[in-house]
């Protein structure tokens, strides 16, 4: 069968496919959040003033971008495993995590005053943010990675690094639980790394693993 006949086989067997791609997903996400959270409970711990902290705005605030961030990240992740499948929206859904990102760091700029926005920046924990969310995103990426073979991804390096993107929004969520620099500034920075870094692997891990 010639690779044109063989995703047209593909794409007429998409609703089924669509729907066991999801239920892998959300296995692999289940499987793979259930070892890092076992680490973070194990070793890493919520922050001494989590109940404090988790009444204020900008605490809460990482997690809806690193929760927007995975969501997005794994919305098209399902599309980009199935050849012929639309995008739609979740072509630029990964770009509202960013954007609102940016939006608060723009206010913080606003609202803080100029010789604070450095140690905003610097913050207390950066390495610990560019060791521990790589740490944390590297269980949830295994299993990403095992339910995308059960796809057929046409784009392997682009999908290993939604992929990445994907479970480094999950690690920086669980982390962000830890961390004690909740200022928009400290996320924009550290966090993007650290989940760059993740994006990384997973680009250069997917033509290897992913391809068929």
């Not at 259930?34 to 009444?55: C, E, N, V």
């Not at 499948?85 to 609202?111: D, H, K, Q, S």
């Not at 295994?142 to 682009?158: D, Y």
């Amino acid at each position: 069968m010639k690779t044109d006949e063989l995703i047209n086989a593909l794409v007429a067997d998409l609703p089924m496919r669509s729907l066991r791609m999801a239920k892998l997903f959300v296995l692999a996400v289940m499987g793979g959040a259930a070892i890092s959270g076992a680490i973070f409970f194990l070793w890493i711990h919520p922050r001494p003033d989590f109940m404090q902290a988790a009444t204020t705005v900008r605490f809460l605030f990482k997690f809806v971008v690193t929760l927007l961030l995975a969501g997005a990240a794994f919305g098209l992740l399902g599309r980009l495993a199935q050849p012929g499948a639309p995008l739609g929206l979740w072509r630029v859904g990964c770009f509202a995590a960013p954007a609102l990102l940016v939006l608060a760091v723009v206010t913080e700029l606003l609202v803080a005053p100029s010789d604070s926005w450095a140690a905003r920046l610097i913050g207390a924990n950066a390495k610990y943010c560019l060791s521990l969310i790589p740490l944390l995103a590297l269980a949830p990426l295994v299993a990403i990675f095992v339910a995308l073979r059960e796809g057929a991804p046409t784009q392997p390096r682009l999908v290993g690094a939604v992929a990445g993107l994907a479970a480094g929004g999950v690690a920086a969520a669980m982390y962000a639980a830890h961390c004690t620099d909740d200022s928009p500034l400290f996320v924009a920075i550290w966090y993007s790394i650290a989940i760059g870094i993740v994006t990384f692997v997973g680009a250069a891990a997917g033509p290897r693993f992913l391809r068929w």
